[in-house]
């Protein structure tokens, strides 16, 4: 069954810091894309995708910016991007980082495809080396809209080729996924390179022998845990099936009341009717996933002891504080004073049943 597809936060927060430090109106943009700035927050917090589109466009339009993706980029350490970033940035040589790559990117965003394809002798007659292309693309119809990720996306593949490379070396073409303006086209981070775009995928060619190179660890200056980077990822990691990716989807749009099944059907790619048939053959109704979704973010605010409840209760989209009150009795048993209250006595408790 098709899934909606999801992204961590931490893949746009560049883009507001960015915004931000220009003075922009950023809040009142995240609202008109129907995302919270509560819920950005959080990191590694999944969104729609497609919410995540809306708010780059209306941006980058609102400021003038066509090469917005480039220069957010430019100014983004992959490390930077949460665990997947540092995940990466750890890995002993840039083929174990590739793999690595291609192995957790799922994790961190769906709806999205990474590969490594080797180009033997691309010009037989010249003898000249092998040459590997690493490559990206965004799969569905929004993604040929939105060029900002492609240009993100490109300055983030620079950056960790950089990483053996050195922070001066161009690839010989790139191929961007989306089409781009002529501005963005001479631009100066592409160098000399041949530069395609609106070609289906994001791709830089590089040669074959960079893939043994260690990283340049002095580039790294976050380190985490490992393991506890990769459980965090898998935990939470995008759902593969629409009734759990829409339950998702929907806590981004819970602050503005109860979620529009719309703009739900609008996010899943989707009629209405169809929409509500597919849960219905799973058993749910739209109202129960709405219901599911107030529910488990509930549960993980509530595990945070600096998180008003009367916050919550807005956050959910609850138009007075009682209302939350009510529906977290009729799901638990007891109030979220009386239950943050247990999770303080008991934390073991609240790890084991109810993970963040």
């Given amino acids: 069954m098709k899934s909606i597809p999801l992204v961590r936060a931490n893949m746009i927060s560049p883009y507001i810091n960015f915004l931000e430090r220009l003075g922009s109106p950023v809040e009142k943009w995240l609202e008109e894309a129907r995302l919270s700035s509560f819920i950005l927050e959080q990191p590694e917090t999944l969104i729609p995708r497609h919410l995540g589109f809306s708010f780059l466009e209306k941006a980058a339009s609102r400021e003038g910016l066509e090469n917005l993706g480039l220069l ?3 100014q983004t350490s992959l490390n930077k991007l949460g665990n997947f970033g540092r995940l990466i940035c750890q890995s002993l040589t840039l083929y174990d980082a590739l793999n690595t790559l291609q192995k957790i990117f ?3 965003a769906s709806g999205v495809v990474y590969w490594l394809e080797v180009e033997p002798g691309f010009k037989p007659e010249e003898r000249t080396q092998e040459r590997s292309w690493l490559c ?8 040929v809209r939105c060029p900002y990720t492609s240009q993100f996306t490109f300055t983030q593949m620079l950056y960790l080729l950089s990483l053996v490379a050195g922070e001066e070396w161009r690839p010989e073409e790139v191929c961007l996924q989306t089409r781009q303006t002529k501005a963005v086209k001479q ?3 592409f160098g000399n390179s041949k530069l395609q775009t609106g070609v289906g995928f994001t791709g830089i060619p590089f040669p074959t022998h960079f893939l043994s190179l260690p990283l340049l660890k002095t580039r790294v200056r976050e380190e985490s845990d490992d393991r ?6 898998q935990s939470s990691a995008p759902p593969d099936n629409l009734p759990d990716s829409l339950e998702r989807a929907l806590v981004s749009l819970l602050r503005e ?3 529009d099944i719309n703009t739900a059907a ?8 169809t929409l509500q048939r597919r849960l219905n053959e799973q058993g749910l109704t739209y109202s129960r996933v709405v219901e599911k979704a107030r529910f488990s973010q509930a549960i993980v605010w509530l595990q945070d002891p600096t998180t008003q ?19 977290f009795k009729r799901w638990t048993g007891v109030s979220p004073a009386q239950f943050r209250r247990l999770v303080r006595e008991n934390p073991d408790f609240a790890t084991s049943k109810f993970p963040k």
Avoid: C
Avoid at 136 to 143: A, V, Y
Avoid at 266 to 273: A, D, N
């Fill in 72 to 74: 957010v980029g430019q």
């Fill in 106 to 108: 799922p994790l961190n």
């Fill in 136 to 143: 990206m693309q965004h799969i569905g119809s929004m993604s």
């Fill in 187 to 189: 631009s100066k981070i």
């Fill in 228 to 233: 506890i980077a990769w459980q965090n990822l």
């Fill in 257 to 259: 009341g109860y979620p």
């Fill in 266 to 273: 609008e996010i899943s790619g989707m009629s209405v009717r």
């Fill in 309 to 327: 409840i009367v916050d919550i209760a807005v956050e959910l989209g609850y138009s007075a504080h009682p209302h939350f009150t009510r529906a």
